[in-house]
């Protein structure tokens, strides 16, 4: 490690302690106390916003708390009875936003400020009023695992019944107009708006919070037919539990849209229920290492228009979930600048596959700013060895920072069975051990998820049989992977954001010498067929067996008889092919130089249903000049094989050539 890149790193350590700081110290203004029903309220601008809080007059343990949104002197009885019991009430004043992402942040901090500064419970009950409804379910949906439950009076459901008009509700045109300003929306835009509250309910039914809504069945203002009716609905068919009570005594004024509450103490006893008694969950903080955190990012953010973000993983990465939901939170915190995502996960694949694929599915279509790695779960279904994930994954880094040097990195480990066990049994599993020692060589942020699930479930905070199900996550699995990485993200820009320089920083040398940072493809044309070997333009299998996306309808070069061969002249120390492991799979003879031929079987235990992407390497210590592969179909098989097959879609090489 340079002396340079130990003075980088100890100055960002005294900059964190003095930054911190700074940002607690400023945070909070203009604060006064005052009365509020007999009850004592906080008044304050939190970062310019104002807001306050009602203290009980004893807090119940733990310090249990509801969340206002919008009207917070409408209809108090309920609030009043909890605040007799020992709930804080919390407001804080995003009037006239409508719930956009924006407002979100301001809840965002909110949210931190009481429960970091204050003790509040890490689980908030929200109280959503008319279009509060637009808040709570903004807010929820985006943190469910911070939620005991939802209560809401005549809630808006989707903003294009109200204020929009585009149902039975007459429109308001002067909120419409201003919505539209806030989100920044063209009419058109805003009718195809995708995110109301009665859309992408799955990770909040999944954490099963609940629900209740008050409504008026005569409500003409929020009709319940285009709020209230089809989102109880959407959530209880994905399994979240909803209540709904239709108040009809008393003046229903407003068109309906006004009435009395009955019952209050019913309300409160709902909130209760759900709220207490306070559980403490296991902090984030024990599964993120910041290291030097993301600070070229950040100033990337503020001098670039164009911001480049990649996912580089397996079918973690290549699945919807996550991904997805760092996509969205990254422009809603950043909306000043464009990003581009580049996504790059293919099921099955892992470190090794990754190292040498980097330059065509990453590079060859952007330069990131950030980059997001996983490959823990594959390294280990794949059974790659500890050295080969030593050399993929630092070769990744390498490469990386070769082709942008501030380029940030994060190195991510997610769960699967095998490590649950691992942790279970007081194991650190390999894959875990590799990934933090690359990223401790290189300072780069990590996050051990595969630890977090583990240890949650030893809480019983939730189950892996009913709630995250699989390696490949539930829609609750996806948020806990989610919250996790947008905590990095949040802490990182704290503590490295605000105030400090990009860090452009000589790599350290090595972990080690023959790591696969110039791992690349080499096209199948090179190879030099000597007999029994085609090249299939556009190959489709012809079995009905199954494919991987950017593995099917590409050139592929085979061979499905014993003694084709072919030959290829590469210049670098590893050599290997990409291939699809089909059912007729075979084995291959190798030689590099004229050496002895070994064999190596190309038949996986996936390969009789699935064309599955496959990497091979036939030799990763070669020393650094030019050599000849030769390759052939042997006559010997696996005897779960169809035939004898080979298709090479690429060719494998790590290259010393700059």
Known sequence: MTSRYLLNFFLNVFLISLLSFSLCAQSITEQKTENWHDFQKVSFRLNGTPAYYVKPTKAM?????????????????????????????????????????????????????????????????????????????????????????????????????????????KRSEKEWKQLLQIYGFTEEQALNYADNPIDNLEGLAAYKVPILHIIGLKDKLVPPDENTFPLVEKYQKLGGPAYIYSMSRGAQALKGHHFPIEHPEWWANFIIQHSTPVVQTLPKANYIQLRSGLSNFYQAINQKQTITVAFLGGSITHNTGWRNKISKYLQERFPKNNFTFITAGIPSLGSLPHAFRFEQDVLQKGNPDLLFIEAAVNDHTNETDSLTQIRALEGIVRHAKESNPEMDIVLMAFADPDKIADYQNKKIPLEIKNHELVASHYQLPSINLAKEVADRLAANE????????????????????????????????????????????????????????????????????????????????????????????????????????????????????????????????????????????????????LHLPWYKLFASNLSDKKHTLHLKISNNKNPKSKGNACRIVYFLVNSTEK
Not at 82 to 100: M, Q, S, V
Not at 468 to 492: A, M, R, T, V
Not at 525 to 537: D, P
């Open 61 to 169: 343990a733990g310090n249990p708390w509801i969340w206002r949104a919008h009207f917070p002197d409408w209809h108090i009885s309920m609030d009043s009875i909890l605040l007799e019991k020992g709930f804080h009430i919390a407001y804080i004043n995003t009037n006239d936003r409508y719930g956009d992402p924006q407002a979100m942040l301001k809840w965002d901090e909110f949210y931190e400020y009481l429960t970091q500064s204050l003790s509040f419970a890490p689980r908030v009950a929200l109280e959503g009023v008319s279009r509060g409804g637009l808040y709570v379910y903004g807010w929820a949906k985006r943190n469910p695992e911070k939620v005991s439950c939802i209560y809401t009076e005549a809630p808006v459901c989707d903003f294009k019944s109200w204020p929009g008009g585009k149902g039975k509700a």
């Open 462 to 609: 939730f189950s892996w049989e009913y709630d995250f199900k699989d390696l490949h996550p539930s829609p609750f699995g996806q948020e806990i992977y989610y919250q996790s990485i947008k905590y990095l993200i949040n802490e990182s820009y704290q503590r490295f954001g605000i105030g400090n320089a990009a860090q452009s920083l000589t790599l350290p040398k090595p972990l080690e010498v023959k790591n696969f940072e110039g791992g690349k493809y080499v096209n199948i044309s090179e190879a030099k067929i000597k007999n029994g070997w085609q090249l299939v333009e556009n190959w489709q299998p012809t079995d009905g067996i199954g494919t991987r996306s950017g593995f099917v309808n590409c050139p592929v070069l085979e061979a499905t008889a014993p003694d084709a061969s072919l030959s290829l002249n590469f210049t670098g120390n590893a050599v290997g092919i990409g291939l699809l492991a089909g059912p007729d799979t075979g084995e291959v003879l190798y030689s590099i130089d004229n050496s002895p031929y070994q064999s190596m079987d190309l038949y996986t235990q996936w390969s009789h249903f």
